[in-house]
C-alpha cells in the first residue's frame, strides 16, 4: 500500500531500526517504547488488522514470535511480557498496518497501565457468549 507507514518501512523508504527480516515478516523498535526493548513485528503483506489477515499471513508470522520474545528475554531479562494487537481505533490502533507489540515487563510498579477490570459471568452467560461465537466460526 503505497500511503501505508509500515509499508515504507519495509521496502526501506522510511527508515527504521531493524531487528529480524525474512520472507514474510519484519521486526524493529518502536519508535515511541514503552519500556526497554518494546518491539514490533509485521507481515510483508498488507492487511489491516487481525480480521483482515489471511491464515498463511498469520501462520508467518505468530512462528516467528517465539523467536523475537526470546531475544529480547535473553537481551534484557525482563521479568514477563505482553504481545498486544490493536485492531481498529476504539482499540488504540493508530497505525493500519497489522503489528504485534512485544512489552518486556521489568517491575509491576512501573508505572505500565495494561491492566482491566473483569465481570461476573453466570455459566448460562458464558455459553451464550460461545454459542454466538462459534455461530459465526
Ligand atoms: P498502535 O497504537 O497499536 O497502532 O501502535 C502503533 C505503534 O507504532 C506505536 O507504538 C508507535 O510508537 C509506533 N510507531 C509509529 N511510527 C513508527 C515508526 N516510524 N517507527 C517505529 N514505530 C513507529
Ligand atoms: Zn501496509
Redesign the pocket.
Known sequence: MSDC?FCK?IDGT?P?TKIYEDEHVYA?????P?AKG?T?LIPKQHCQDLFEMPEDVARNLYAVAPKIANAIKAAFQPIGMNT???NGAAA????FHY?L?FIPRYDEKEGLNLNWQTQKYTSEQLIEVADSIKANL
Open positions: 507507514l518501512i522510511i527504521s524493529f523498535t518502536d519508535i515511541m514503552v518494546h514490533l498486544i494487537n490493536n488504540g490502533q493508530t497505525v503489528h507489540h
